[in-house]
């Protein structure tokens, strides 16, 4: 075989093959290898989610924080098909997803295609904030994935 040949199934299942080497050899002009074989996975979507976390840092009470996004990729071979994304957690009301920075929810994203959600912190009162943005997919192995905490401090108002 050649460097690059290789077990390349295109559907699910059990494969079997022959390899024939002809040659000039007078005593075995044909060798074949037999058998070959491998089974094929079912293709399925693997959600990738970066970062997992998002601290904020200090923010003047009524202010808002620079935008900051969470990135979700399909690293499968299926198509991952998002559900709606959400805040939750804590202080959800203290961090804002507007619907024109969320490019994600209710999106199919084929196998390496990647999205963003975009999350400000917007403290209404002082102190420590936390919240944790949920994003549910049909990935087999990890149907939810939580960006945990999102953290911030209300600070004084400027």
Avoid: Y
């Amino acid at each position: 075989m050649h460097g690059g040949d290789q077990f390349k199934p295109t559907s699910a299942g059990a494969k079997t093959a022959t390899l024939t080497i002809p040659s000039n050899d007078p005593v075995t002009s044909v060798v074949t290898v037999t058998p070959l074989s491998g089974t094929g996975g079912a293709a399925t979507p693997v959600i990738f989610v970066s970062p997992l976390s998002m601290p904020f840092g200090t923010v003047p009470v009524g202010s808002a924080s620079t935008l900051q996004n969470v990135t979700v990729r399909n690293d499968g071979t299926a198509d991952l098909i998002l559900g709606t994304i959400a805040l939750g957690g804590a202080n959800p009301d203290q961090f804002k997803q507007a619907a024109a920075q969320d490019l994600c929810s209710g999106r199919t994203l084929a196998p390496t295609q990647t999205c963003t959600v975009g999350i400000k912190f917007k403290p209404t009162t002082a102190g420590a904030k936390s919240a944790t943005l949920t994003i549910p997919s049909n990935d087999p192995v990890t149907s939810v994935v939580t960006v945990t905490p999102l953290s911030g401090t209300g600070g004084d108002a400027p």
